[in-house]
Each structure stands twice: as C-alpha cells, then as structure tokens.
C-alpha cells in the first residue's frame, strides 16, 4: 500500500549510542519531515526536507542529523542517545511545499533511552 | 501564548452524543489540518480546510476564517472514535510547508 514507512517501530538504546530511524514514501512525495510527540508538549518538529539534496532544520534539531539523498528516503539519525530523547517519532510527508496539500504520516517509531 | 488552542483537553462522552472540539489560532493560515491518534497508534489525517465545511461519514470540520476558529464534529459517537485528535495549521509565512501543532484533544466515548 501507497503511503509512509517507519522502521523500526520500537527501539531501546543505551545513552551513548547511535542509531538511525528509516523513514521512507512512495508517493513521490517533495516534502518530508520528522515530528517528536512527547506528553504534554504535542509534536515538534525535528527537520524537514523540501526536495532531495535540501534539508533545514526545524524546532528542535539539537542531537539529530539528516540526509535526502533520494525522493523516497528521508533517515533520521540519533548521534550520541540521550534519556531526553525518549520519545514517539513520526515522520511524514506531503506533495509539495508552500501549497494546501495533506500529510500522510508514517506508524511511528517508539524510541527509549536508557 | 501557544500559536494554536485546542478545547477542551479530555472530553468523555456516552455513545450516541453529538461531539464538538475547537481550534482557535493566532496566525495566518493556508491550511488548517485535523488529525486523529488512536492510543498507541499512528497519526490519520482526517481532513484539510482552508475554508468553509467539510464532511466525511459521521465527521464535520468547519472553519471561520476570520475569527481563526475551527470546529471538529462528530455525530453519533461510538467508542472507537476514542482517541487523540489534533489541530495543525499551514502559516501562511512560513517556508516549506511546516505545521504548527495543538496539544490535542483527548477523547473517550463510552459505551
């Protein structure tokens, strides 16, 4: 089925260690985007990419990196775990940019750290 | 002041009752966007306005541009529309097709 692809659906890490979070669409979709959903605090957004080979940064980058290499593929990287980084993440993805277009979001990736 | 209230924060319901959540915002928009979350799911988008009614099955979003309010509606409510519902807005400023996001709404209908 057409739509966003998030693996793996649960992790556990120890502080100090990396790890990547796939995110992936087939909709051939130009804007993606990873959200963290903490309670109380709503989804935030980590980074964006606005077309392969351009990614920005967006509220709340510190401790994470990303890349688009291609217009599926959209990984979002944790350098060095910490425990503030539990969290949900979601990644998600839209047709194009600056336009009322929807979003198709990815399951979620449920991410402890200990 | 959060860009974007959503009200009320926990609603419990019985089944059968006419449901309302309320999205009041701060900023000028392109698009408003209502967003369910079943417990320990993913997140549905449910619908995108930028103005006037939209309507799916037992599901209503409306949206007055002017007064930067939107309502959800639901009809005839069952327990499994229990979930989270979320309020997101397109600036109309802002570059690259960002959302800005509701704490959400938590709803439970009771059977």
């Given at each position: 089925n057409a739509g966003v692809t998030q693996t793996p659906k649960f992790q556990?890490?120890?502080?100090?260690?990396?790890?990547?979070?796939?995110?992936?669409?087939?909709m051939n979709h130009e804007y993606m985007s990873w959200y963290r959903q903490d309670p109380g605090m709503g989804?935030?957004?980590?980074?964006?990419s606005v077309g392969?080979?351009?990614?920005?940064?967006?509220?709340?980058?510190?401790?994470?990196?990303?890349?688009?290499s291609t217009t599926e593929d959209f990984p979002l990287r944790l350098l060095s775990a910490a425990p503030s980084q539990t969290s949900v993440y979601?990644?998600?993805?839209?047709?194009?940019?600056?336009?009322?277009?929807?979003?198709?979001?990815?399951?979620?990736?449920?991410l402890t750290v200990v | 002041k959060n860009e974007v209230e959503q009200s009320p924060q926990n609603l419990t319901a019985q089944e059968g009752e006419f449901i309302t959540i309320n999205c009041s915002?701060?900023?000028?928009?392109?698009?408003l966007h209502w967003l369910q979350q079943h417990p320990g799911g993913g997140i549905v988008s449910l619908f995108m306005?930028?103005?006037?009614?939209?309507?799916?099955?037992?599901?209503?979003?409306?949206?007055?541009?002017?007064?930067?309010h939107s309502s959800l509606h639901i009809t005839a409510?069952?327990?499994?529309?229990?979930?989270?519902?979320?309020?997101?807005?397109?600036?109309?400023?802002?570059?690259?097709?960002?959302?800005v996001f509701g704490a959400g709404t938590i709803l439970r209908v009771k059977s």
């Open positions: 556990v890490l120890k502080t100090g260690q990396s790890m990547t979070l796939q995110c992936a669409q087939d989804l935030r957004l980590i980074h964006y392969a080979g351009i990614t920005d940064q967006g509220e709340v980058p510190n401790g994470y990196n990303v890349s688009r979601f990644c998600a993805s839209s047709r194009a940019t600056g336009r009322n277009y929807g979003y198709t979001f990815g399951s979620g990736t449920r | 915002y701060s900023v000028g928009i392109s698009a306005l930028s103005s006037g009614k939209k309507k799916h099955g037992r599901l209503i979003a409306t949206i007055n541009i002017q007064e930067k409510s069952h327990p499994r529309d229990s979930a989270v519902y979320i309020c997101a807005v397109t600036p109309t400023m802002e570059y690259g097709n960002k959302l």
